[in-house]
């Protein structure tokens, strides 16, 4: 991906937590020589040796997977807000422009077993139901019910590289009041933004 060294996030610890809190991403590779993408959540994981992996499954009637042995080098891309800067809210004349945070994660795929695939939905469904009501686990679901985990193809992806771009309006910290203010009086992405360009114009201070 490119990104403008402005706009190069190498605090890796940072990122890794946007990645958990984004972590409906994209999949992408290669399937009939086309690229391929499919949107799922991918998440962020260590492995035995307590290196980063990230951990997730498709459909089996999704034939990105029948590639995943053949091409196992993958790209996974978290999104996060986003939003329309008009440079009227500049003290100086200037194009538009868009600022946004979104993370590039590249690695190496390795299909993983029935009984892998169980573990990693089970942690996959106790993670996003503990903000539930009335909470489920697939521990008290019925043999009949769990053995949809056959339609699946269950994998795990070696993290290789992480890239993040965080486009925060950094080359224009003498306009990050006015346009914080007016980002806040858009919709909920662009406060979002407003957020984030806050949080790093009082890091550089």
């Known amino acids: 991906m490119y990104i403008p060294h402005h706009y190069k996030n190498e605090d890796i610890d940072e990122v890794k ?10 999949l992408v ?8 993408a499919t949107h799922i959540p991918l998440e962020l994981d260590t492995d035995e040796g ?3 992996i990230l ?7 999704n034939p990105q997977w029948k590639e995943f042995e053949k091409q196992p080098e993958v790209l996974c891309i978290f999104n996060g807000p ?28 390795t299909i ?4 892998a695939t169980l573990k990693a939905m089970h942690r996959l469904v106790n993670n996003y139901e503990q903000d539930s009501k009335n909470p489920i686990s697939l521990g008290e679901m019925s043999a009949k ?6 339609g699946v193809v269950g994998f795990k992806i070696e993290i290789t590289d ?23 009086q858009r919709d909920v992405t662009s406060k979002a933004i407003a957020i984030q360009i806050d949080k790093q114009s009082k890091l550089k201070k």
């Open 162 to 184: 992480i890239q993040a771009a965080y486009k925060l309006s950094q080359t224009r910290p003498d306009d990050h009041a006015s346009i914080i203010k007016e980002l806040n």
């Open 82 to 109: 986003h939003s329309y800067i008009s440079s009227s809210w500049y003290k100086e004349e200037e194009v538009p422009t868009w600022d946004y945070i979104a993370v590039h994660v590249y690695g190496k795929l």
């Open 145 to 150: 019910t769990l053995r949809q985990v056959k």
């Open 50 to 52: 307590h290196k980063p």
């Open 112 to 115: 993983l077993d029935e009984e």
């Open 17 to 26: 937590k946007f990645i958990k809190q984004h972590s409906f991403g994209i």
């Open 29 to 36: 590779n290669q399937v009939d020589g086309r690229p391929w």
């Open 55 to 61: 951990v997730s499954h498709i459909a089996r009637a």
